[in-house]
Antibody, heavy 120, light 107 residues
């Protein structure tokens, strides 16, 4: 079955960076875009961007431009999201999610989430 | 960015009740609308895509309708496993944006 397994929780100091991984299995990795989203505690969902798992092309939300980098390693069917310049408002559960096909088909499945805590 | 407004933000209902959640987009998104269900401590999962297409494996008591700016998700007969938070998401243009969520609670 299709699975997305993310790396474990991180505790980071303000101003530093975090890199979250998303190991995929059960489907052709290069056949689907991977999206990254986050959810602050008790809050709604925020889209951060996507990576074309085949070409490596990316599209980021304007809010994160210059601070986020999404990459992938096709040899190990894993995607990565690095966020720099962490602040307290970056504390959230970060998710990767597979695009099912066209945008209208939605994102499914999702990884289990990676909790990023920012604390001095 | 396209703003998505969901209502109500929470609803208290009993098993067997019919529940309807609405989602309004700040501009025309045609039928580029996805509904998700999220249970506590779990990631969201797709219920309905393209406004009204039921995802495989999703019970038929869930249905979606609408186009343009106004959409709705209906649960025809609420079951115990349906108590969760529901989100709409527009897929018409980037950035993808979500409604604020509707928490369906037990009455």
């Amino acid at each position: 079955q299709v699975q997305l397994v993310q790396s474990g929780a991180e505790v980071k100091k303000p101003g530093t960076s975090v890199k979250v991984s998303c190991k995929t299995s059960g489907y052709t990795f290069t056949g689907h875009y991977l999206h990254w989203l986050r959810q602050a505690p008790g809050q709604g969902l925020e889209w951060m961007g996507w990576i074309n798992s085949d070409s490596g092309a990316t599209k980021y939300a304007q809010k994160f431009q210059g601070r986020v980098t999404m990459t992938r390693d096709t040899s190990i069917t894993t995607a990565y999201m690095e966020l720099k310049g962490l602040g307290s408002d970056d504390m959230a559960l970060y998710y990767c999610a597979r695009a099912q096909g066209t945008s209208a088909a939605g994102l499914d499945p999702w990884g289990q989430g990676t909790l990023v805590t920012v604390s001095s | 960015d396209i703003q998505m407004t969901q209502s109500p933000s929470s609803v208290s209902a009993s098993v067997g009740d019919r529940v309807t959640i609405t989602c309004r987009a700040s501009q025309d998104i045609r039928t580029w609308l996805v509904w998700y269900q999220q249970k506590p401590g779990k990631a969201p999962k797709v219920l309905i895509s393209a406004a009204s297409s039921l995802q495989g494996g999703v019970p038929s008591r869930f249905s979606g309708s609408g186009s343009g700016t106004d959409f709705s998700l209906t649960i025809s007969s609420l079951q115990p496993e349906d108590f969760a938070t529901y989100y709409c998401q527009q897929a018409d243009r980037y950035p993808l944006t979500f409604g604020g969520g509707t928490k369906v609670e037990i009455k």
